[in-house]
């Protein structure tokens, strides 16, 4: 690991926009008028996005505003059944016509390749989720508040390579072999540490890497290789953690993180084990991001079917997703952190989806939880 000496807390912006590492993307303009195209998936995906899109609205009554809101078709499992793919050509081209006017993609949840397909078609090769404690709801997590106070970092995931975008199949015979190949260039591998060690050098200056040297020496090699040479120089203090070991390090010592990196494959079940340091995988959101400032937000967690229509999902990492949104693609700053605060002063004054209630909690639905946040962010515009 280098040894390079750390920027002092002072010299550190850990809340500026993360898109603005990446190469080729600025912040927004903070123009009065903005395109979003909203793909409201699957499942809970109805009552998730509609709180969320309530939470806009109520912005942009507030502010005076603009949000050109368009609506896309359906994605997932049920595009699958409906037109036998996961994203169909009608998604595709209503996404076209949104990244044209220089929009961002608002998603909801959808199964299937959906999430796969999309993020290579648009070669969104970055994936961010943020993870930071949420002091509101200490009483509903399952690990002691004194292990969480003070987490915040960042998975930094490649997003279109490895084992996801591999070639697979079935080999027929009596014992039937099925298989999956798994590939990186140096040029996939560089292109995901440049905005990771920007992010790195702007925060705290610290960086872990995780792979699997002894399991999959050659790509970890790879990976190591690139980060040695492109840490060198940068201030940034890295380190190589094994897989395992680093799930192990974000939920024991997630304070000791800062900027996690990883291969697809690893940087997917590192960011969803992070949702627990959150409290529940419905606190979860993330933003895939590509050249050309083309842009999919979306929460962490699934469609959860056995929940679809029952007014008890947990809305705000959709919620949260939406301030990601305003932060990166569109540069509302100041709505982003009206959406941040006014969501922790509800949770914080006990109301709460059953996921993250506790004894002491009022526990109320979908519906009622994202209408007290869109209430709240008024107040703090």
């Known amino acids: ?92 081209e209503f996404c076209d016509k949104i990244f044209a006017e220089g929009g961002a993609i608002f998603c909801g949840p959808g199964g299937g390749r959906f999430v796969y397909d999309l993020r290579a078609h648009y070669a969104l090769y970055c994936k961010l989720t943020p993870v930071r404690h949420l002091a509101a709801i200490d009483d509903a997590s399952i690990l002691r508040p004194e292990r969480l106070d003070g987490v915040d970092l960042i998975v930094v995931r490649e997003n279109a390579g490895g084992f ?22 140096d040029s ?67 304070r000791e993180l800062d900027i996690v990196v990883a291969p697809n494959m690893f940087g997917d079940v590192l960011s ?40 008890r999902a947990n809305p705000v990492g959709q919620i949260f997703s939406l301030a990601m949104m305003l932060r990166e693609s569109f540069g509302w700053q100041r709505e982003a952190a009206a959406i941040e605060t006014a969501t922790s002063a509800v949770l914080g004054q006990g109301w709460r989806t059953p996921d993250i209630a506790s004894a002491t909690s009022r526990v109320i639905g979908t519906r009622e939880l994202g209408t007290r946040i869109a209430d709240a962010v008024a107040d703090f515009l």
Request: a neutral charge; proline letters at 4%; aromatic letters at 6%.
């Open 272 to 311: 969803d084990a992070a949702s627990v340091l959150l409290g529940s995988r419905g606190l979860s959101f993330s933003g895939n991001f590509g050249r050309e400032r083309r842009a999919i937000y979306q929460t962490g967690h699934g469609a959860a079917q056995d929940l679809a229509g029952r007014d």
């Open 164 to 185: 996801y975008f591999g070639r697979s199949g079935m080999r027929p015979g009596e014992d039937r072999t099925a298989y999956q190949d798994c590939a990186y260039s």
């Open 1 to 92: 690991m280098s040894a390079a000496s750390l920027p002092s807390a002072e010299s550190r912006n850990i809340r500026s926009p993360l898109s603005s590492a990446l190469p080729d993307w600025n912040d927004g303009n903070g123009a009065p008028f903005q395109v979003v195209g909203v793909l409201v998936g699957e499942g809970i995906g109805a009552e998730v996005v509609g709180a969320a899109c309530d939470v806009l609205d109520r912005i942009c009554e507030k502010t005076g505003r603009r949000m050109d809101v368009r609506y896309g078709g359906k994605i997932g499992r049920l595009a699958q059944a409906e037109c036998g793919a996961a994203l169909s050509s009608g998604v595709i």
């Open 188 to 254: 996939q591998v560089r292109r995901i540490l440049t905005p990771a060690l920007e992010l790195a050098r702007r925060r705290r200056g610290r960086i872990a890497l995780a792979v699997k040297p002894d399991g999959i020496p050659a790509i970890s090699a790879l990976w190591s290789e690139n980060l040695e040479q492109m840490a060198a120089g940068t201030g940034v203090a890295w380190q190589v953690l094994e897989i395992d070991n680093a799930a192990y390090q974000l939920i024991a010592n997630p």
